[in-house]
């Protein structure tokens, strides 16, 4: 079976009728009534998807359930993978889980520095936050700290940030 082959399993469901359709045919109920409201083309389109997806299939006499098909698309599709380390409390570049494991705060801290201010780089209070809240939600907590971390200076008024490694 093809790694896409969820694809056609899904395309196939997603119709209404295709799925009315197989869900008759899960529950051994007659097919002809749903089919017989559809016009000619649709209902070869219907039970054709149902087939051509591997869903269904044809004995002589009736349409039967493929039981196998979903487990054998799962095991054809290519395994997903987890991040690991700290990229794991990331998602879509944003900080999803803040860390417990202090190694693992030091990591994120780090991480986070290093995306929202270049070393030499001086920006100001605004500009930090605006930068922090791509990534984190609690935008002050994260500022205070980087700086207790010291990862980020800050200069004595509060008004300007800098990298401090």
């Known amino acids: 079976m093809s790694p896409n082959a969820w694809r056609a399993l899904v395309s196939a469901l997603a119709d209404d009728n295709a799925r009315d359709i197989y869900a008759r045919i899960v529950l051994n109920q007659p097919i ?14 219907v039970v054709d998807t149902l087939h051509t ?4 299939s044809f004995d002589g006499e009736a349409w039967r359930v493929e039981p196998d098909v979903f487990r054998k698309a799962l095991a054809a599709a290519p395994p997903v993978t987890r991040p690991t380390g700290v990229d794991r409390l990331f998602v879509d570049g ?16 780090a991480r ?10 001086t920006l100001s209070e ?3 936050n605006d930068r922090l809240a791509q990534i984190v939600d609690d935008v002050a907590a994260m500022r205070r700290y980087l700086v ?17 490694r």
């Not at 207790?148 to 401090?164: F, K, P």
Request: aromatic share 4%; hydrophobic share 35%.
């Open 32 to 45: 002809e009534p749903a089919l017989d409201m559809l016009s000619t083309g649709k209902r070869r389109r």
């Open 53 to 56: 997806a591997g869903l269904v």
């Open 94 to 109: 944003r900080l999803a889980t803040y860390p417990s494991r202090v190694a693992d705060r030091d990591e994120v801290h």
């Open 126 to 128: 605004r500009e930090i």
């Open 148 to 164: 207790d971390a010291g990862l980020l200076h800050r200069a004595r008024d509060g008004t300007v940030y800098s990298r401090a």
């Open 112 to 121: 986070i520095a290093e995306r929202v201010l270049s070393p030499g780089e």
